[in-house]
């Protein structure tokens, strides 16, 4: 028979197996094993972990930050990813993933209206800020700045406020990089896509550009760089390709060339 002071121990010890241990939030610094992996094996890690994709934003360098957030930690995170490979993970703010500390629910994130555009934030992120340290009336100011540059309004820097100038700069950069499909082209011809060749080989990557319809019609050497100027008739684009060390160091339309004609 077992004695009340036995049964008092008995009892502590289910009660010590019933309660649940806490879960430590999985901050970036935990997570760093992601770095180099490509964009679309790091997504399904993060998801297999419990975080949910908030947004995306692509930048006009052409690097996407992507914002997680785990509800279960109250934790987000930004992963910095450039041509399909991540490049870094970091802590990122609750609000940056549409939460606030203490409000008991998630915060109404505002999206954008327009199809191109469709899942942009209203305010500007951590990352748009370009790590400058701005109080609660300069965040103000460059949120509603980066909304008009995102939006196209009119520039309305009615305060002379520099956030609202970064921001709006900030603004306009993530709008053109959402329409860059559009190449500021409008017509029946689709745009043949550059983007993914960054980084490519010369040799393939040269192909590439003729298998998609492109022509040389320039070609010079400037320092240990070579340059190729190429045109696509049908969609008037007109493509820079920078080669240095056997590879595409850089390629961009850059609008008109003497020879793109």
Same mark, same amino acid.
């Given at each position: ?28 610094? +935990?997570?760093? =094993?992601? *770095? $180099?992996? @490509? ?5 399904? #890690? ?6 949910? %994709? ?10 996407? +930050?992507?914002? =997680?957030? *785990? $509800?279960? @930690? ?5 992963? #910095? ?6 490049? %870094? ?173």
């Amino acid at each position: 028979m077992i004695d009340r002071f036995s049964s008092r121990i008995l009892a502590l010890g289910v009660c010590s197996v019933l309660i649940a241990t806490p879960v430590l939030a999985e901050k970036a610094s +935990n997570l760093t =094993w992601i *770095n $180099g992996k @490509d964009a679309a094996s790091a997504d399904r #890690e993060l998801r297999n972990r419990g975080f949910k %994709s908030i947004s995306s934003h692509r930048s006009s360098s052409g690097y996407v +930050n992507s914002y =997680w957030w *785990n $509800g279960g @930690d109250d934790n987000c995170i930004v992963v #910095e990813s450039y041509s399909g490979q991540v490049m %870094s993970i970091n802590d990122a703010t609750d609000q940056d993933c549409g939460h606030h500390k203490g409000d008991g629910a998630a915060a109404a994130v505002g999206v954008v209206a327009g199809a191109a555009i469709l899942g942009a934030l209203l305010g500007g992120k951590s990352h748009h800020k370009d790590g400058r340290d701005y109080n609660r009336e300069q965040t103000a100011e460059f949120d509603r700045g980066y909304a008009d540059g995102l939006h196209g309004a009119t520039y309305h820097n009615y305060s002379r406020s520099d956030a609202y100038s970064h921001g709006y700069e900030k603004g306009v950069d993530e709008r053109e990089a959402n329409l860059s499909h559009h190449h500021r082209r409008g017509g029946y011809a689709q745009v043949a896509r550059i983007d993914d060749l960054q980084g490519a080989r010369a040799a393939g990557g040269m192909s590439d550009l003729e298998s998609r319809g492109f022509k040389q019609v320039d070609n010079f050497t400037s320092g240990n760089a070579r340059y190729s100027i190429q045109w696509k008739r049908d969609t008037r684009q007109c493509v820079q390709v920078t080669i240095a060390d056997g590879k595409f160091y850089d390629i961009r339309d850059i609008g008109t060339h003497p020879k793109c004609r």
